[in-house]
């Protein structure tokens, strides 16, 4: 979804967060993130708190649409409710500390 899509589709605050629906709150770019997962360009897995999390890798396309995306983000981690969208971007660092953080819920959880 390109950004002048984002701003045909969904009312847009001053703050360049969505005013309403499932991605209330959310930045411009959360949609965009979203149709990548829902077009299987992701890595999927369970969250510490159970909840599916979808992975989006941030590309220099995505940077160019959306230049608010952070600097440092190199993953963007989608959490999705039934009436509810939340998109974190992460540096690398926060990634691999959140897939270590998996890893050892997971290995604990079976020892």
């Not at 045909?8 to 001053?14: D, H």
């Not at 499932?22 to 999927?44: D, R």
């Not at 998996?102 to 604990?108: I, R």
């Amino acid at each position: 979804m390109t950004r002048q899509e984002t701003f045909k589709r969904f009312a847009v605050c001053a703050d360049g967060t969505i005013a309403e629906g499932a991605f209330e709150g959310e930045p411009l770019y959360a949609p965009h993130f979203y149709l990548a997962v829902l077009a299987g360009k992701c890595s999927e897995d369970v969250g510490l708190d159970g909840k599916p999390e979808y992975a989006v890798d941030v590309t220099a396309a995505d940077r160019a649409e959306y230049p608010e995306i952070p600097a440092d983000a190199a993953t963007m981690l989608l959490t999705v409710s039934i009436d509810s969208v939340e998109c974190r971007p992460m540096s690398a660092d926060a990634w691999e500390a959140h897939v270590n953080a998996l890893f050892a819920a997971d290995k604990a959880a079976n020892a």
